[in-house]
């Protein structure tokens, strides 16, 4: 009995061993051809070689006051442009005149919306299909206004809805025209005339430019017509100087000349990175802290002593809206030079041989062979080795260009969008089998 409890435990574990034998073959087997990789799909994506520093900015700037005794009641809501001579705004002896004024404006603007719609319906140029789709436009165009923070570009798209809306209804036939409507306007315009004052006095711009009620006592702190020849001391200085008090009459100021300026002390290593791209339209600044948008600039003047010292950069832009036009001492973020690529993690980027077919100067074909940079890229389950020219290196990450000239190539391929780069495996080589 013992024998045979012993025979039968010594065919067993033949069995186990023959089985573990097995099972580390096929271990072996399956590893040399099939092994499991980690991938990440290649997205185009753009990165900057930035400078953080501390700037203020110099605008040409006329401040407009009011020495009337009154209530000051401006020409039009928000900032805009203004003409030489062009009226900003006017005074009227009490609240109720300057209410009853900017009433009547809004009902004259209402009376020439209607006797437009009038026009049109006697016309009866517009269709239906015409006008649905202008509704829908301004819709589009008033969600646009609310994202980009455009107060007056919301009014205005709010007016040309209202406008199709009324239009609407005389293509549907819901009314026959707006006579009506006009006579009572009319009306209440008459009433509000005969008991409202006029203006006592109208404020006018001297110079053309842009208008803006936002003051911030810098407005004559800065020379506009100097700031080009800013150095280094004025610079540091500017950014410390404290704004003045703003004057009872001031009531807006006009910002004239297309073009303003952002002055920066900077670091002589930065002033290196400036003066290569001191001719290059891909500069941008970015104020983080203050407005959402990044600007276009050109290099005004780079002013040091020597290339290798400390000193004052002088950036020129002519973008202006409400937030730019209430801007003065800000954090910038200085992108001097932007790289737009294929984003690939560094972890994917390998080394191995390629061989293409060259002509020689017998006029031959030869094959010839390097090793270049590359990744690893799934094709069905197979891995195909693609080279990579790279344009920018991170940390952990580059950007590869994603159409390299044939001189930057020594291959035919190179990675695409939405390739599935290997980041993970081992043993990786050209034609490799592999389960991801």
């Known amino acids: 009995m013992k024998a045979l409890e012993k025979s039968t435990l010594k065919r067993i574990g033949v069995v186990l061993l023959a089985f573990i034998v097995l099972l580390y073959i096929f271990y072996l087997l399956y590893g040399a051809n099939f092994s499991v990789v980690k991938t990440e799909t290649v997205n185009l994506t753009t990165v900057a070689d930035s400078i953080y520093t501390d700037g203020y900015i110099v605008r040409n700037e006329t401040l407009i006051t009011n020495d009337t005794a009154g209530v000051v009641s401006y020409e039009f809501e928000g900032n805009r442009k203004v003409a030489a001579g062009g009226t900003i705004a006017k005074v ?7 209410s009853n004024h900017r009433q009547m404006e809004q009902i004259q603007q209402e009376i020439e919306i209607f006797e437009k719609l009038n026009q049109s319906a006697r016309m009866e140029s ?4 015409s006008v649905r789709n202008q509704i829908t436009s301004e819709i589009m165009n008033i969600n646009k206004s609310v994202v980009d923070g455009d107060i007056l570009g919301i009014s ?12 609407s209804m005389l293509v549907l036939g819901e009314v026959e025209d707006y006579s009506d409507k006009i006579a009572e306007l009319q009306v209440l315009y008459n009433t509000l005339n005969g008991s409202t004052g006029d203006a006592i006095a109208e404020i006018t711009s001297p110079v053309s430019g842009y208008f803006t009620t936002s003051i911030d006592g810098y407005e004559q702190k800065y020379d506009y017509k100097t700031v080009t020849q ?20 001031v009531i807006g100021k006009v910002i004239s000349d297309l073009n303003w300026y952002i002055v920066s002390p900077i670091s002589a290593q930065e002033s290196l990175a400036i003066n290569k791209n001191l001719d290059s339209s891909q500069i941008k600044v970015s104020m983080p802290y203050a407005a959402a948008q990044s600007l276009p600039v050109t290099i005004a003047a780079m002013n040091q002593k020597t290339k290798t010292d400390d000193g004052a950069l002088i950036l020129q832009c002519n973008y202006m809206s409400d937030v730019l036009a209430s801007l ?19 972890s994917a980027l390998h080394e191995d041989e390629i061989t293409t077919i060259v002509t020689d100067d017998n006029g031959n074909e030869i094959e010839q062979s390097e090793r270049v940079q590359g990744v690893y890229v799934i094709n069905g389950n197979i891995l195909e080795f693609k080279e990579v020219v790279i344009a920018y290196s991170g940390d952990d990450f580059i950007i590869c260009k994603q159409t390299p000239s044939e001189e930057e190539l020594f291959g035919d391929e190179t990675i695409e969008l939405y390739d599935r780069v290997v980041v993970g495996g081992t043993d990786l080589y050209d034609g490799k089998r592999v389960n991801v």
Not at 126 to 129: G, Q, V
Not at 156 to 167: G, K, M, P, T, V
Request: no cysteine; proline share 0%.
């Open 92 to 98: 009227y002896a009490s609240e109720q005149d300057a």
């Open 126 to 129: 517009a269709s239906l299909d």
């Open 156 to 167: 205005e798209n709010e007016d040309n809805l209202i406008y199709s809306l009324n239009e």
């Open 230 to 249: 800013t150095d280094l001391e004025q610079a540091e200085n500017g950014l410390n100087e404290k704004q003045d008090e703003v004057a009872d009459n």
């Open 328 to 346: 003065r001492q800000e954090e910038l973020q200085i992108d001097v030079e932007t790289y737009e690529g294929l984003y690939v993690s560094k």
